[in-house]
């Protein structure tokens, strides 16, 4: 008679096993806790007053995903990163989010948890433009707007030097059943270094916007548009890729509009999807 298998082993063992990975998970997040500490002294966060570092914080996202197997769903490791990363930035410099919620108060809420968690305070505002002001007003705070329509232009705040500028689009990693799926740009001020620079965001002025001019302009870049009906114009809110602009001002002059001004207004990093059957890109 062959051997009969060996048993399964019992619930307690499984389960102690479970407790000596917590003990070992709980215990290297204070460790990471401690790292931060140490970071805090040599990191110039005094200088804006965030310690939110946005290329950081792509390239970490990104590396999660593509290291990622097993039954614990993306969403679920996503989620926990970015309360720990979020966390972690809160605890060196304390922060609020402020939220515009005049598209959707649940998605925009949803937004700010899934990415920030609940330690950092979270500011509701009826328009995007209130969200920046608070941000503008503040010392390192972060306003999230929504990255693919507006009602208001408040990126022309954005303009001046010194301002705060667009520095992330969320969610970092795209997919179709995203659980915090809606686009959005994230404001704030930001050390220069810290900047991703693969897709920069201009202002842009334009004279003689219609309908066709729309048409033309949107197979070459993302356009958030604000028409202001007293002057036939419109402010813009393009995104490009690094020294794109002048294309895009041609395209503009060539389908009959005119360009009064232009300003760089932030940058973030390249979009970058999963795609359903799991391989990510950007
Ligand atoms: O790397 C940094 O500069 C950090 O402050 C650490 C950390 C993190 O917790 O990993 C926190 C905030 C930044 O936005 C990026 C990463």
Request: glycine share 6%; hydrophobic share 40%; net charge neutral.
């Given at each position: 008679m062959p051997p009969s298998p060996p048993a399964p082993p019992s619930l307690e063992v499984l389960r102690k096993e479970i407790d000596t990975i917590d003990a070992q998970v709980h215990s290297l997040l204070m460790q990471r806790g401690d790292i931060i500490d140490r970071l805090i002294q040599v990191k110039q966060?005094?200088?804006v007053g965030s310690a939110f570092r946005p290329a950081r914080e792509a390239d970490m996202m990104r590396r999660l995903v593509e290291r990622h197997r097993g039954i614990?769903?993306?969403?679920?490791?996503?989620?926990?990163?970015?309360?720990?990363?979020?966390t972690f930035t809160y605890v060196q410099a304390p922060f609020s989010v402020h939220a515009d919620i005049s598209a959707s108060e649940p998605a925009m809420r949803d937004s700010a948890r899934f990415h920030f968690g609940f330690t950092v305070p979270y500011v509701a505002h009826f328009s995007a433009s209130a969200a920046v002001e608070a941000v503008a007003r503040s010392k390192g705070d972060l306003a999230l707007v929504s990255a693919t329509s507006s009602h208001t232009p408040w990126w022309i705040a954005l303009e001046t030097s010194g301002a705060p500028k667009v520095t992330a689009r969320l969610p970092f990693v795209e997919r179709a059943d995203h659980p915090a799926a809606l686009p959005v740009f994230v404001v704030s001020r930001v050390a220069d270094s810290a900047m991703v620079t693969e897709v920069e965001m201009w202002s842009v002025r334009v004279s003689g916007w219609n309908a066709e001019v729309a048409r033309a302009l949107s197979p070459l870049a993302e356009i958030v548009a604000v028409p202001d009906t007293a002057f036939d114009g419109a402010a813009l809110l393009v995104s490009v890729a690094p020294g794109s602009l002048e294309k895009i001002k041609s395209a503009l002059?060539?389908?009959?509009?005119?360009?009064?001004?232009?300003?760089?207004?932030?940058?973030?990093?390249?979009?970058?999807?999963?795609?359903?059957?799991?391989?990510?890109?950007?």
């Open positions: 966060t005094q200088e614990l769903p993306l969403d679920t490791v996503e989620s926990i990163w970015r309360v720990i990363i979020s002059i060539e389908a009959g509009a005119s360009v009064r001004s232009s300003a760089l207004v932030g940058s973030h990093a390249t979009r970058y999807t999963v795609p359903p059957n799991g391989a990510a890109r950007s």
